[in-house]
């Protein structure tokens, strides 16, 4: 049984607000697949924009190198394709496009297949005063927690 890989983009819900969720493949080489299988990838950087084609990429999607790969190893930073339905592409090239938002992956994880998936996000990035009201329901939150804990 190998253990569940599940990388996380943590800030991504603190920096902004999601709209819409959709759940990407990527195409990946043999090295890129044994380092993700190993737990070595970041995405809190990273974010989607699409090329001249509508094709859609990762950028800044860090997979660090194989530690057993030879010359045949990936750079460690390059951009990655991302595999989404044609009608979905259109909708979010759209949006992009037209409004100004943003996408970005919020979670790198592995499925019952075997199979690399990328779980991204159409966003729009929060006001500071948004980012505060963020902070103060947290906190908050965490004072009823403590609370509730103590006279239970």
């Not at 990328?118 to 609370?147: F, V």
Request: net charge positive; hydrophobic share 35%.
């Amino acid at each position: 049984m190998q253990k569940k890989i599940n990388i996380q983009n943590k800030k991504a819900r603190f920096q902004y607000e999601l709209l819409d969720k959709y759940t990407a493949g990527i195409v990946l080489t043999g090295t890129e697949i044994k380092s993700i299988r190993q737990s070595k990838a970041s995405i809190a950087e990273s974010f989607c924009e699409f090329n001249d084609k509508g094709e859609l990429f990762v950028v800044n999607m860090n997979i660090e190198e194989y530690k057993f790969g030879n010359y045949y190893n990936h750079k460690p930073k390059a951009e990655r394709k991302l595999l989404l339905n044609r009608r979905e592409l259109k909708k979010l090239h759209k949006e992009v496009k037209n409004s100004g938002l943003t996408i970005i992956p919020l979670k790198l994880f592995i499925n019952d297949n075997g199979l690399a998936k990328l779980s991204i996000a159409l966003a729009r990035g929060k006001k500071l005063y948004d980012k505060r009201d963020t902070i103060k329901d947290r906190e908050s939150k965490r004072r009823l927690d403590r609370i509730k804990k103590i006279y239970n």
